[in-house]
C-alpha cells in the first residue's frame, strides 16, 4: 500500500527557515507530479509548489523567492524548503504525489496525512 509521510513542521518566528520532507513508500512504479499544498484554518486548501520528474517546477506566487521545492527521484522523496516565513504561511501541508503503484496501469493522486507549520513571535 502506498503511503505519503510527511516529516519537519513545527513552530517558528516570522523571517525564520524549516524544511518539509515527504515520502512514499510501497511499490511503486513510477511518480509523477509531486507537489505541497497547506490549508489555515478556516480556508480551503490551496496549493504551494509543484516539481515533474524532470525537475521543472512551479510556485503560487506568494511563496516565490521564499520557498523551494525538490526531489530525490531515487529515494521516492520531495521536500520543501521554507525561508522568510510570514506569519500567513502559518498552515497544514500536505504532500500530494501523482504516481502509480505497482500492479496497477492507473495513475493514482496520493495524499500524506500533513504536517503543521505555524509561524508566530
Known amino acids: 500500500q502506498v503511503q505519503l509521510v510527511e516529516s519537519g513542521g513545527g513552530l517558528v518566528q516570522p523571517g525564520g527557515s524549516l524544511r518539509l520532507s515527504c515520502a512514499a513508500s510501497g511499490i511503486i512504479l513510477r511518480i509523477y507530479t509531486m507537489a505541497w499544498y497547506r490549508q489555515a484554518p478556516g480556508k480551503q486548501r490551496e496549493f504551494v509548489a509543484a516539481?515533474?520528474?524532470?525537475?521543472?517546477?512551479t510556485y503560487r506566487d506568494s511563496v516565490k523567492g521564499r520557498f523551494t521545492i525538490s526531489r530525490d527521484n531515487a529515494k521516492n522523496m520531495v521536500s520543501l524548503q521554507m525561508n522568510s516565513l510570514k506569519l500567513e504561511d502559518t498552515a497544514v501541508y500536505y504532500c500530494?504525489?501523482?504516481?502509480?503503484?505497482?500492479?496497477?496501469?492507473?495513475?493514482?493522486?496520493?495524499w500524506g496525512q500533513g504536517t503543521q507549520v505555524t509561524v508566530s513571535s
Open positions: 516539481i515533474t520528474a524532470g525537475g521543472n517546477t
Open positions: 500530494n504525489a501523482a504516481l502509480r503503484p505497482h500492479g496497477t496501469a492507473t495513475v493514482g493522486n496520493y
